[in-house]
């Protein structure tokens, strides 16, 4: 879905998936949640430079790995594209580095944007439904009102707006 360049090395990020076995895959979204081993697409990002569209050597970031693959989200029962066994659990739709060489990935299905830095999860920005330990303990706390984010795209980071995320929200199943 993203294509963002790294304007701190001139390298670019895009995003993929790779294909992950799970033990205990969410059937149904109503309580209690039926589960069973299932395959699902986890999204990955990697990192190449524009001459050679290979993947620079120790760059991919594998996103949907450091998160909880079981946690059901939003439309993460469906399957992806072109598959009928392959579940779409994130549906990573945007990417951008941030000033510190963090990755900030879009996950549409699980209502998240989580950041990344040298392979380990940083942050979570969700709405704190269904985040079981230890991911819960990196789900950011809102300061005052807030609408959370549902189904969003292409976050970014801008070090002039304090931190802030500015992102596209779709709102859906608010």
Sequence with gaps: HD???N???GTWLSLTKDTVAVANYPLGYDLPIETAPAY????????FDPESPDC??????????????????FDSLNFEEGTDDLYDWGHSNGVWVDADGG????????DAIVKVRDNELVWILA???????PWSLDLLEPLGALEWPY????????????????????????
């Design 40 to 47: 699902v697409a986890a999204d990955a990002v990697f990192v």
């Design 103 to 110: 990755v900030v990935v879009s996950l549409r299905n699980q």
């Design 151 to 174: 189904h969003q795209h292409s976050p970014q980071l801008s070090p002039e707006m304090d931190g802030r995320t500015l992102m596209m929200d779709n709102g859906f199943t608010r």
């Design 127 to 133: 709405n704190h439904d269904n985040w079981r330990l």
């Design 3 to 5: 294509v963002a360049p």
């Design 56 to 73: 620079l050597p120790g760059t991919r970031v594998p996103v949907g790995e450091l998160l909880d693959l079981e946690r059901v989200g």
């Design 7 to 9: 304007p701190y090395d």
